[in-house]
């Protein structure tokens, strides 16, 4: 079973522009979440959707900070503008709905210059 | 609300020696609580997880963790440490809709 995945790996911006991340969860997992994971510290829930609704976006930034899983499956978390502070790995996770387990993808590492 | 104090950012042991990482969690409902691996530049990959089954949880790798209600603790166990565990491990409790609330996270080094 493919895993999840995520693209760029790596991405270096300048302040006050713009970024999008990529992420297609595990086939059949129905909540996708998105992770923000400052160096340091442990990963910090974004946004979480179920299908293509959202359950919880309360830590979102949602001045700068924007995501969408328009078909339920595929989701994209953009930054717009960046700013220093946004630097960290934005990892995605999918969970199946009878399960707990959430299972992650490689991440996205972001460098705000 | 949930959370989750790993005690020490660091700690280091010799190949074959005791691995111990702490983790102690508050939660205000039966937890459900998880250790998880991260090697160098990759996701998350999940050890082991405690869902009011068994208190002695076994995870793969040889790692076991034990859920101690009475001292709110899920601490992170392995006989021998192998080069191969140096990585930095993250304790998590499940928190509203399923999130997980990660602790700030351990840094285990292996020495030879």
């Known amino acids: 079973e493919a895993g999840v995945a995520q693209s760029p790996r790596y991405k270096i911006i300048e302040k006050r522009q713009s970024v999008a991340f990529w992420c297609n969860p595990i086939?059949?997992?129905?909540?996708l979440y998105w992770y923000q994971q400052i160096l340091g510290q442990g990963p910090k829930l974004l946004i979480q959707?179920?299908?293509?609704?959202?359950?919880?976006d309360s830590q979102l930034p949602k001045d700068r900070f924007s995501a969408e899983r328009l078909k339920g499956v595929d989701s994209t978390l953009k930054i717009q503008p960046a700013k220093l502070e946004d630097s960290a790995v934005y990892l995605c996770?999918?969970?199946?709905?009878?399960?707990?387990?959430?299972?992650f993808g490689p991440g996205t590492r972001l460098t705000v210059t | 609300a949930q959370s989750v104090t790993q005690l020490g950012s660091h700690v280091s042991v010799s190949e074959g020696a005791l691995v111990l990482l702490r983790c102690n969690y508050s939660s205000s409902v039966p937890p459900y609580l998880f250790w998880y691996v991260q090697y160098p530049n990759q996701g998350l990959q999940l050890l082991l997880k405690y869902t009011s089954a068994a208190t002695l949880v076994k995870g793969i790798n040889g790692f076991e963790a034990e859920f101690k209600k009475s001292e709110t603790s899920f601490h992170l166990t392995k006989p021998s440490a192998h080069m191969s565990d140096a990585a930095e491990y993250f304790c998590a409790v499940s928190g509203g809709y399923n999130k997980l609330i990660f602790g700030a996270g351990t840094r285990l080094a292996v020495h030879p």
């Open positions: 996770a999918s969970r199946l709905d009878s399960t707990y387990e959430q299972y």
């Open positions: 959707f179920q299908n293509n609704g959202v359950v919880d």
């Open positions: 086939s059949g997992h129905a909540t």
